[in-house]
């Protein structure tokens, strides 16, 4: 029986968890390592942005001091590259603990605001606690020098996003381009051709990488006093880019909940994904034998009798009215879909020679996709059982009940849903709780490691400290990717986007925060520039196209090593800062 979404305290709980985050950094007041003598000869303000490279550790007599008072600390490089990727390790299952939370939220309260509101937040939320403890605490030199990492890990994340992760993403899921200009699904027969091959996107993608594109307007705000090459008015400036970022967060937000295509999306997908366990259940119940061999391999004799047993008038190919039969005769546990529409998704799936009927070779390989998905989509469960089928029936089941159309004035009734609300509290507390008290000891090590290598730490927190925060976002979006769809290209493509525009406004801010509450020094040039050169130029780019070549990767890989020598060239040649 249906019943009225339940109402949650969601301004209450983020409020609790940034207080939590900053009460982790707080709590470790003094500990973290003090900065070197050398860097804070003269010029205490700019000699600590940037890391002389006579600075050493050892040659000052510096000794790190232990966070909390009990973790552990080092001075030497690979122990400190341990640090880094122990605690990268932790914020990366912080961030799974809270995506899962998220989707518990979703179950009970629908995508029109959850998914609108809350999850956009909750995505960003390891990136900002990172920001928020690297300047929250110790003194305003040490905060000065520490909150570099935290424009590494704004602008490493914005161009990790925005170049590999887009790049690999475009050739996991190339697809031959047709005569149309449009990518084939499924189709992918020209190998690495540069021009031939690549992938497609619907045209409300191209709007969320406009909104991406506009997301850069704080960052233009905060740096506009250094394009006048004038120190008047930055504490203005800053503070309007803070007001200005979180405007944009509550309007990107908002529209979510207006318009949850992308939720909408995910629903669709879903039901198709349903559709598919339903049927290779039903293959396995009626004893047909088992799907997989022994080793895991499609069985081909098998699916060869599901093929004759749906082909009821025995001319060796497949109809419509035989597949829709099929689905009739198939308990979907109630789920709510219009079979005509699922039929067209299966044709679509199984008819790549496009004659209106699936023939056997058809059959047999598409069957093949469908299980290779169904394995991927359940690696723990035993890929070999008969519990396998079930196994994967239960998780499509479950991603539907997660995703319910924002319209809906009802939603499907929750078993227990006191219980549901508790787990996803504490999944939620749990995640911020990791994040909060190790995002600390993670910028002290990353600080650290900077000054045993004598390498910068905005390099450090650039290239690191993105692959422990948004691993989780990129495996997602690479197994989307490979599914070699357009629907499944564009919902890729629209959480890359959506990701770029809550570090640029959400992570930004708190940032922003920091420097204005702190009274820091805003003397980010360089970095600003890279943040704003890939943004303007892939926004450009994927605003007003929807298919994008193979080649297309290859500027977006080009861009990632391409920031790393603008920054080094323009601090260390130039003498930016």
Known sequence: M?????????????????????????ISDGSPAAPSTSLLSSNPVSAVLRLSTSASPAA?????????????????VLGNVFLVLAYGFLMYKAATFLSAGSELLLEIMGPGLVGGLLLPILGALPDA????????SGSR??????????MGLLAGSTVFLLTVLWGTCVVVGKCDIGPNGVAVDLQNNKGFSLTGTGISTDVQTSYAARIMGISVIPFIIAQFPKMLKTHHGQRLAVLLALI????????????????????????A???????????????????????????????????KKLFHKIDMDQSQTLSRSELHALLVGINFEEIDFDKEDAVDKIMNDFDTSRNTVVEEAEFVEGMKRWLHEAKRSVPGSGAYSTK???????????????LVEASDETVESVENPGWCITKAVGLLLLGSAIAAAFADPLVDAVHNFSNASHIPSFFISFIALPLATNSSEAVSAIIFASRKKLRTSSLTFS????????NNTLCLGVFLALIYIRNLTWDFSSEVLIILLVCVIMGLFTSFKTTFPLWTCLVAYMLYPLSLVVVYILDFVFGWS
């Open 2 to 26: 249906a019943t009225r979404r339940r109402s949650f305290p969601l301004v209450p709980l983020l409020l609790f968890l940034l207080a939590a985050a900053a009460y982790g950094r707080l």
């Open 60 to 76: 000052a007599g510096e000794k790190c001091e232990q966070s909390y008072g009990f973790l552990p600390c080092t001075t030497t």
């Open 129 to 136: 606690l990172l920001v928020l403890v690297s300047g929250l």
């Open 141 to 150: 030199e040490t905060a000065q020098s520490q909150v570099l990492i935290g």
């Open 244 to 267: 200005v970022s979180f405007l944009l967060v509550l309007a990107y937000c908002l529209y979510q909940v207006f318009q949850p295509w992308i939720q909408r999306r995910k629903l």
């Open 269 to 303: 997908y879903a039901k198709h994904k349903h559709v598919i366990s339903g049927i290779l259940r039903n293959a396995q119940k009626e004893a047909l034998g088992r799907l997989l061999n022994e080793d895991g391999t499609p069985n081909e004799n098998v699916i």
């Open 388 to 402: 396998f089928m079930s196994d994967y029936h239960a998780r499509t089941r479950q991603e539907h009940d997660l």
């Open 495 to 502: 959480e890359v986007y959506g990701g770029v525009t809550m």
